[in-house]
């Protein structure tokens, strides 16, 4: 069935009317921020998260045709088929059941092909009592001793997201088991990795959906030659999560154990299956891994039940278009109040622009509007002292702060200055936004600020598995419904692909010369064999 497009839509035209009345100064931030009434019809709250988006240059008729647009585009209807199993992942004939890992499939007698859950829950069970066996010692190390620490091996969606949820759940939960991370092809990656473990009782997770992603695999190849050189046997260190039937899927027991992945969880919204599960629950045991989907599962709810207005991941979808869109901000920046936050970023960043990067619509015509655009972010304040210069005073992007309202840490004491360390961070949270808002008008220019600058604030109430996960399943879920009302496939990612064919054809002129010698890179463009040339010579 042929779509309307984007920008073919009522909704969008007058949107783009509305968005030209914005230069008129009493729509400047400094002025709409003022009505008392502001922060309580733009904002919402579900179950300790709070959202607001009084600072986005947006009022009630904005906020109407948006509201439109997403009915226009049938994004709850779409969202929904989604949770049930239906192919919205079009270009690749697959099912998005991510929402399924949290247990969460309205009605599971619609999928006839695939039995999801028991899949899901075999999984688990596998999952849950792997892990206990790690952390009572009944399985050990080859040399018979308990294991202390676990590197993962993977890269991009077997990667981002579990390292997102370790950092921040190891701020308020002591591991059992520590993860390490190896996800780079890079050398020094590796090296690295294996100066801060004991290779004895070390345990290897290799994961790879498809088990052929070059960088895992090499990594792989450098990790079984240190077992090697350990005396160590794979079969006691390594377990493998990947695919049924793929390479790494082991039925002749090379490896201590396997866990399956499946198609119908994309990579970067894998978290929640084995990816996460497997080495999270090693970490901090299978109770707190089930925490944390709890948190997913409450997020997914809100998304598909609450309605357009009060939803919260479809409203900030919406903001994130109106942004793109209509007021032609390039990027947006992720602000975590919050050290343990610091992951989020790099994770939302694969998450949003892996989905949303996209050049053709769902039906495969060529795009003329924007879809993804540039994810980036650093914790405050120290974003403040790095990037924030742009962000007052040169080309505008908006930004989401994110607070977390009290601290893992509880010894917290006043300064001379008679305030709390959590109390200066949030102060300058408060600060940053409202000074993007409002500017500042000074004689000289150097010093003025144009303000008007949108934003918006995000809030949990402390850092539990329960509000990591409702953090996870937000940015999810409002990638897919920025997706859905873009009208594009944020489940596919050929776009990765050429880049790769290109390394593997360079790679094999490199295996050729490092078996001849007189071997020349002449058939190459000028600077592919300049390149080339320099890393042989070993030097400029
Ligand atoms: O799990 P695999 O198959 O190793 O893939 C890793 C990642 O690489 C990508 O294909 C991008 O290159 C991601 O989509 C995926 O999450």
């Not at 929904?80 to 009605?107: C, K, Y």
């Not at 070390?202 to 030659?225: F, G, H, P, R």
């Not at 207005?309 to 602000?335: C, D, E, G, T």
Request: glycine share 6%.
């Amino acid at each position: 069935m042929v779509q309307t497009r984007f920008n073919d839509r009522k909704a969008f035209q007058n949107l783009n009317r509305l968005s030209k009345n914005l230069n008129e100064d009493k729509f400047h931030l400094k002025h709409m921020i003022q009505d008392k009434k502001r922060l309580e019809n733009f904002s919402l709250k579900f179950d300790g998260f709070f959202y607001d988006f009084s600072k986005q240059r947006i009022d009630d008729r904005v906020m109407e045709e948006l509201l439109n647009l997403a009915r226009q585009a049938e994004a709850k209807k779409k969202f929904s088929q989604m949770v049930s199993g239906e192919i919205v992942n079009i270009t690749e004939n697959r099912a998005a059941l991510h929402t399924a890992a949290r247990g969460f499939i309205p009605d599971p007698a619609n999928l006839t092909d695939m039995d999801v859950l028991s899949e899901i829950n075999r999984v688990n069970s596998q999952i849950k009592e792997f892990s206990a066996k790690i952390h009572n010692s009944q399985i050990r190390s080859d040399s018979g001793k308990p294991f202390t620490d676990a590197v993962v091996i993977g890269i991009g969606g077997s990667y981002l997201g579990c390292e997102f949820v370790y950092t921040a759940l190891k701020h308020c939960i002591e591991p059992k088991i520590k993860l390490h991370f190896l996800s780079n092809v890079d050398i020094d990656n590796f090296g690295q990795v294996i100066k801060t473990i004991n290779p004895e009782t070390c345990l290897w997770i290799v994961i790879s959906k498809s088990y052929t992603t070059t960088e895992t695999m090499a990594n792989l190849k450098q990790v079984l030659l240190f077992l090697k050189n350990n005396k160590l046997d794979p079969s006691s260190h390594l377990v493998t999560v990947t695919a049924k039937g793929s390479p790494g899927d082991d039925p002749a027991n090379k490896v201590l154990d396997s866990f399956h992945m499946f198609d119908f969880i994309g990579g970067r919204y894998s978290v929640t299956s084995a990816v996460g599960g497997l080495p999270l629950s090693l970490a901090f045991g299978f109770d707190i891994f089930t925490r944390f989907l709890k948190g997913c599962h409450a997020m997914d709810l809100h998304a598909v039940n609450a309605p357009e207005k009060q939803n919260i991941p479809l409203i900030s979808a919406l903001i994130s278009i109106w942004n793109s869109n209509f007021l032609h901000y390039p990027a947006q920046a992720i602000i975590p109040y919050c050290s343990a936050l610091s992951k989020l970023a790099p994770h939302v960043q694969q998450l949003y622009m892996e989905s949303l990067g996209k050049g053709v619509t769902f039906d495969g015509n060529l795009i003329d509007y924007k879809t993804g655009i540039i994810i980036f972010g650093e914790p405050g304040t120290n974003a403040q002292h790095s990037f924030f210069q742009l962000a007052h005073q040169g080309s505008p992007f908006p930004v989401e702060f994110i607070g977390v309202v009290t601290p893992v840490y509880n010894k917290d004491q006043a300064g001379s200055n008679g305030v709390y360390n959590h109390q200066e961070l949030w102060a300058n949270m408060i600060a940053q936004a409202k000074a993007l808002a409002m500017g500042k008008d000074d004689d000289n220019k150097a010093k003025y600020f144009t303000g008007n600058r949108p934003s918006s604030t995000l809030v949990i109430n402390n850092l539990t598995p329960e509000s990591i996960g409702m953090l996870l399943a937000f940015y999810e879920a409002r990638t897919v419904y920025e997706g859905f009302i873009l009208g594009i496939n944020p489940f596919d990612q050929f776009g990765v692909e050429l880049g790769k064919i290109l390394a593997s054809q360079i790679r094999d002129h490199i295996k050729q010369k490092n078996t001849d010698e007189t071997y020349t890179f002449d058939s190459f463009d000028p600077a592919t064999k300049f390149y080339l040339d320099t890393l042989f010579n070993g030097s400029l």
